[in-house]
């Protein structure tokens, strides 16, 4: 059974400038939800993806959005990066919209913007 | 709105030394779960419990215990004869919603150092 990856591990941007962070789920999971860590703080919800629909969001604005592919792997994109915006971004997946399943989290990339 | 609070920052303690670290949490759902995440210095967040609102009973597995009190809205965790690799910052984290997502709450975080 594979975990959850993501992709890059570290990433070092200017502000205004334009990412994309990915994730593959656990094999088998259909849903993701991504998070944003802001150093010495808890994540914070950004979005979820059910089957390669929008399934929630946190409060974020929208210059952040997703995709989820029907391989269920994901992507996180900022645009117009704002050094706010520096942070560990972690998603996790889960099999479906139930909370009696576990959601397993990815290693997290670090997002650093200058 | 579902907050969690976890008042201890930091706290350091001696290996074999039992440490407990305090959860609260304000929700007005009467249907919710809570969780227990450590986090490693790797970033990765690794599930160590879940309990839901209807089950007080305490929770008790190898090193690791939690109490839940609802009629104090407290959820702490208590590592019994602590290890150097219990060294990362945990986090109590709250759900109100049927399944993870936009209601899922984390608290800030208690780094946790167990010194040799």
């Known amino acids: 059974e594979t975990g959850v990856t993501q992709s890059p591990t570290h990433l070092i941007k200017t502000r205004g400038q334009q990412v994309t962070l990915r994730c593959s789920s656990q094999s088998g999971h259909n849903t993701v939800s991504w998070y944003q860590q802001a150093l010495g703080q808890g994540p914070q919800f950004i979005f979820q993806?059910?089957?390669?629909?929008?399934?929630g969001r946190g409060n974020f604005p929208p210059r952040f959005s997703g995709l989820q592919f029907p391989n269920y792997s994901s992507e996180l994109n900022v645009n117009a990066l704002e050094l706010d915006d520096s942070a560990l971004y972690l998603c996790?997946?889960?099999?479906?919209?139930?909370?009696?399943?576990?959601?397993?989290f990815g290693p997290g990339t670090r997002l650093t913007v200058l | 709105a579902q907050k969690v609070t976890q008042a201890q920052t930091e706290i350091s303690v001696v290996e074999k030394e039992d440490v407990t670290l305090d959860c609260v949490y304000e929700t007005r759902d009467t249907t919710y779960y809570l969780f227990w995440y450590k986090q490693p210095p790797s970033g990765e967040l690794v599930f160590l419990i879940r309990?839901?609102?209807?089950?007080?009973q305490n929770e008790i597995s190898g090193r690791y215990s939690w109490n839940f009190q609802k009629s104090t809205s407290s959820f702490n965790f208590t590592i019994t004869a602590s290890q150097v690799v219990d060294s990362a910052v945990y986090f109590c984290?709250?759900?109100?919603?049927?399944?993870?997502?936009?209601?899922?709450?984390f608290g800030p975080g208690t780094r946790l150092s167990v010194l040799p």
């Open positions: 984290a709250l759900s109100e919603a049927p399944y993870y997502g936009q209601n899922f709450v």
């Open positions: 996790a997946s889960s099999l479906a919209l139930i909370r009696d399943d576990e959601q397993f």
């Open positions: 309990r839901n609102s209807f089950d007080e």
């Open positions: 993806y059910y089957r390669e629909e929008e399934n």
